[in-house]
């Protein structure tokens, strides 16, 4: 019986955080975005954060 091959370990590149809240308000939908990524040295942090508005005609 062959043993299960280990696969390489994943490099490590950072770690990132989402956030997403929405409403609906009839025929118009609210979202508002964030996302957080935290590069660990290795590039630059970034922080975003959006707003979108969508309607129905």
């Known amino acids: 019986m062959a043993l299960p091959r280990k696969r390489p370990p994943r490099p490590h ?7 997403l809240a929405s ?12 996302a957080d990524y935290c590069a660990d040295g290795l590039a630059t942090d970034t922080c975003t954060f959006w707003l979108q508005l969508d309607w129905m005609i």
């Not at 590149?13 to 956030?19: R, T």
């Not at 308000?25 to 964030?34: I, N, P, V």
């Open 13 to 19: 590149h950072g770690h990132e955080s989402k956030l």
């Open 23 to 34: 409403a609906e308000l009839g025929k118009t939908t609210a979202s508002s975005h964030s």
